[in-house]
């Protein structure tokens, strides 16, 4: 097991007590999401967390594959969807890298506050791009520190790790990830920020 694995696994039940910080805004990503959803479709959500976003939108689509690297987290998205009555989500411990799904298999691949906390980000996209559909749909959300004075917390990230106090956090700008984004074989569809300095950008993509 990682350092950030452990470092979830130990934040999970935390995480799914915490309320959203931002109702109003995390509505509003639900809806700009599903507005690119059938029910036909195919989705996969990395980095899916205690599973509440999968939950929303299961309703929307066919199926979800939702994946992360904390067992923990699993098993408590498992039980948010039993008690909801959401049987069309799998939910499953790994990463993306790991999920080795076909190629061009999915219509929609959903990676939620999670990019900024890869070491492999452009790998990550290139897989995103592999396993789309053409047309298919990529929705991300992420914090974007690069411009801001977050931006020295890569200095406090080493220790804060060897102390258990926090995950791997990598810092980008806005232009930067949405730079990367198109590079990896997508166009931008829909780009704004929000919360303290605009650091978080929500971004759906297109794979061209």
């Known amino acids: 097991m990682s350092t950030s694995d452990k470092f979830w696994d130990s934040k999970a039940e935390g995480y799914a007590k915490s309320p959203v910080s931002d109702e109003e805004t ?46 923990n987290m699993i098993e408590i998205a498992r039980r948010k969807a039993s008690e909801s009555n959401i049987d069309n989500i799998t939910f499953t411990r790994g990463a993306l890298t790991e999920f080795n799904a076909d190629t061009a298999s999915l219509d929609a691949v959903l990676g939620l506050n999670v990019i900024h906390l890869l070491p492999d980000r452009q790998s990550v996209l290139t897989e995103v791009a592999r396993i789309l559909k053409p047309g298919g749909v990529f929705v991300s959300s992420t914090g974007c520190l690069g411009s801001s004075y977050l931006r020295f917390i890569k200095l406090f990230v080493p220790l804060g790790k060897f102390l258990g106090l926090m ?40 794979k061209i």
């Open 26 to 71: 995390y509505q509003k990503k639900l809806s700009e999401t599903q507005a690119t959803f059938s029910p036909e479709m195919r989705v996969l959500e990395f980095g899916c967390g205690t599973g509440t976003t999968a939950v929303h939108h299961a309703p929307h689509v066919l199926h979800i594959d939702a994946i992360d690297i904390s067992q």
């Open 167 to 206: 995950p791997d956090v990598f810092v980008l700008t806005e232009s930067e990830l949405a730079t990367e984004i198109t590079n990896a074989g997508f166009a931008i569809e829909r780009q704004w920020h929000h919360g303290m300095k605009d650091i978080n950008v929500f971004i759906i993509a297109r």
